[in-house]
């Protein structure tokens, strides 16, 4: 079966721890005094169970879980197959929340996360609107909560989910979460509910399966893929040969911890035992679904086979829960075995990091030259272009030029033609213009020659009229020498009146 991973990513462990850090106590710290708030919850657990067993006709082991919640560190190193047996049988419901805190030590951390959670939920989350679109739609609430609690269980999801997107901002918002915390949900308040979410995100190694790279996933398929490969060779031979894909069907299994699918009872079942286990469970229940089914997947091919993984493979435990613990606790595996696995991973996922490197870069110089080619070859069209549009106009210039020799042989003509008609036009305007220049001429000669006669005439009239002229004054002046004479003479004479 192959097995594919990402590039190995950057260290986050580091980052949880600074989170965790404000809180007094890291992830990986080992705690040897219970808080005061972990010691209150042992309070409310033993009042819980003395009011379980008050007209309880269920049959337990009430000293056990009493020892179990009394002192949980003693329990889980003394009396460890004993717990496992009882988990198989059943943990009282009144209970569970409270094992799975104290197992967790949720509470035991010198900050308060449930304070934490309350200042979270003031705050706005930038995956807030993908949530309240998102889960809504894609969770199946009838399959975890009844209709009378349905509304504000789904109130509760989404504040747990909006306030660990705010805590863990590399992990963010992931829709395979929420179905690891609506089984927490189910027998604790949102505040513990989200205080027991830290400690599997971080103690327990489950964040690992929802960050961006989502190396610690990889991580447990790559183990997963191995161990069944040891324990099942034939089945692992039959689901390689038949070519379904490691992730197609185990990357759900371990991201929700099979509550995806599984019945509600078989989901809280493997928290029941993860808790007390740890991470490996999910690969003791995954090799157990494996083992239960083994006739059925070995008679399935290609994408039937994968339909079964996916969907089908945890109808044979139905809600029976006893049996599937059982089985998963009859898987050992090795803690010295899953150390030498992380350790092969962490090898290869440095390895194929390294080839997929070469191979990014081998890629990136391909496109840079693939796209330096079609430059080129863009350039070269172009080119070509410009040469067809040069050589075009080239033709149609020369076309132009012999029309224009043409049109200039044509213009030459029209000119010599012009020319010529111009030289008679002019030699016939210079001929009409001497012919009446010299009638004018001949005009003007004879205009002269009246001019002096009539000139001569002009001077002989007032010649004549300036002889009549003197002659007249003569005459006027004999006319008034006579005239005085006569007074004169009248005067003498007294006869002048």
Known sequence: MSFQHVNVPPPVNSYYEMLLSRFGRSSQESQHRDSARHMAIKEEAMHALELAQVGSSEKCDWDFWCRMISDTDKVLKTEKPLLKKS?????????????????????????????????????????????????????????????????????????????????????????????????????????????????????????????????????????????????????????????????????????????????????????????????????????????????????????????FLVNGIFQVYGDYRQLFIEDASAIEISPRLLLRLSKQYAVDAVREARLHSQEEHMQRLNSELSEHVRKLEESYTSLEMEHQEVTRHAIETKMAMAGMDNQEQELRRMIAQLKSDSEAQIKKITEEYDAKTRALQEDKELLYSSNHTLKNQLEEVESALISLKMEYAERESEYQVTRRNLHTAQKKNGTVS
């Open 87 to 307: 988990i198989a049988q059943g943990i009282p419901a009144s209970l569970r929340g409270y094992v799975w805190k104290m197992t967790s030590k949720s509470h035991n951390n010198n900050g308060d996360l449930e304070s934490e959670y309350k200042e979270l939920l003031r705050r706005t989350s930038p995956h807030e609107k993908i949530i309240e679109r998102d889960l809504p739609r894609s969770f199946p609430w009838s399959n975890f909560f009844d209709e009378k609690s349905s509304a504000q269980q789904q109130h509760s999801l989404m504040n747990v989910i909006k306030a660990y997107s705010l805590f863990d901002q590399q992990v963010g918002y992931c829709p395979e979460l929420a179905y690891v915390i609506a089984c927490l949900l189910l027998h604790m308040s949102e505040e513990s509910t989200f205080s027991v979410l830290v400690r599997l995100m971080g103690q327990y190694g489950l964040r690992g399966h929802f960050t961006p790279y989502k190396e610690g996933l990889y991580e447990h398929m790559y183990q997963l893929d191995n161990i069944l490969q040891q324990k099942f060779p034939e089945v692992h031979r039959h689901i390689e040969t038949q070519g379904v894909n490691h992730s197609s069907y185990a990357a759900q299994w371990l991201s929700t911890m099979f509550a995806y699918r599984c019945s509600l009872p078989l989901a809280v079942a493997v928290l029941d035992l993860l808790f007390v286990e740890g991470i490996q469970a999910l690969l003791q229940f995954s090799l157990a679904l494996i083992d239960r089914n083994q006739a059925t997947i070995l008679s399935l091919s290609s994408e039937a086979l994968t339909e």
